[in-house]
């Protein structure tokens, strides 16, 4: 194989973008190859369609995007039988690790897809040229959604350094046959997700293509963005972009109807979730598969911890989506969790809702400590809705900043954001209610990051590894 890095393999293997018979549906149906210019608007629409389709596997959204963090951290414990992604729960992930390696490359695969829409040189008439915008901006917006993806997976958390001037991963915005790249810092590719998300918005409309929130509009790239802003700790933006989403006509879904936002799609408080439907046909494949028992279909691997099950007070809504099976005994019972019903994959995988906007917002609020009232607001908006009878938030300081925290893991929980809040607060992983072979991970240990690929630095002698590994 010479020296060609993976990921450049990859491209000239065929860029693999599906298509369907409306591009709003997300669903496969015919691909085209990467030898196959995109020359026009139609080719554009079906290009970024199949990038959306191909987030939606597996290896990414589809499943492992949200289990493979949620399993290294403490709110989920193994089952006695869980054999399915079980070396990061146990954090002894190897260079050779499959899901590791498709997470990687299947991140920089979506790359070379929305590079080459964002480099395409297509002409359209002024009457088409806001839709071309848009679709461009949708491709600026999911490269960054994929690059902030890929420094979380396979990198400390922004602040780990004073500067972070940490190893990254490398960004790749041009097709290059002979680039053996390095590693950027996390400072370089944060910037780079911001200036991609910053031109997406430039370009966007405030409504999506699809008019739902299962392609991206301005709006929801603005909540994809306060999340990266939070991330890297810069609270005044972060508090501004939430600000922007909040005011735009998202609404909660009532106490009554709470287990709607996980029964059914697009809910009135979803801002940005991943189109599933029976055509993408992942089955066991799906999240959903891993959490719920065998007796209705799943392989029933994962279970929440009882810990995180007992920090909710009684009448909490969100207790609904904890279910008992009798069928679990000893360490293992009594919960499964049920915030992915559909045992066949078909519940469309939530990545942003408006709650979580209300709670970036409380936590910038907090930090800034220029509106500790209304992080207040924004922390009671949260918490009673989900609880009418909760009383008023009233802690200051470090009080109210801890009861931001754990209203984000009780209202987040299972949605992949456990381990990253764990890593950028700088503590430890404790499991209270333990089922597994190690109970407690430092924080900054080696194994709370993936290993680059071995196939990756086999194949480029430029790019440095993670330690530990």
Partial sequence: MKNYNKIILLIMIGLFLSCSESFLEITPQSSVSSDEAITNLEDLEVSVTGVYDEISGAYYYGRYMIMIPDVMADDVKQNLSANRI?????HVQNVDDAQANALWSGMYFANNALNNIINSDVEVTESTQDEKDHIIGEAYALRGLVYFDLVKLFAQHYTYTADASHAGVPIILDFDPTLEPTRNTVKEVYDQVISDMTMAISLMDDTSRSSNSNTLSATSVKALLSRVYLYKEDWANAEAMATEVINSGYSLVS??????????????ESIFEIAMTETDNVGGNSIAGLYLAPAVGGYGDYLPSNDVVSLYEDGDARLDVFIDDLLLAGDYAPYRVNKYPEVLGYDNVKVMRLPELYLIRAEARAELGTDISGAQSDLNVVRQRALPTAEDVTATGEDLMNEIMLERRLELCFEGHRLWDLMRKKEDIVRTQCTSSICEIPYG??????????????????IEQNPGY
């Fill in 445 to 462: 240990d080696d194994t709370n990051i993936l290993p680059i690929p071995q196939d990756e630095t086999d194949v480029n002698p430029n």
């Fill in 255 to 268: 106490n009554a109807n709470y287990l709607t936002v996980w029964s059914e799609d697009n809910s009135t």
């Fill in 86 to 90: 079980v070396d990061f729960a146990e």
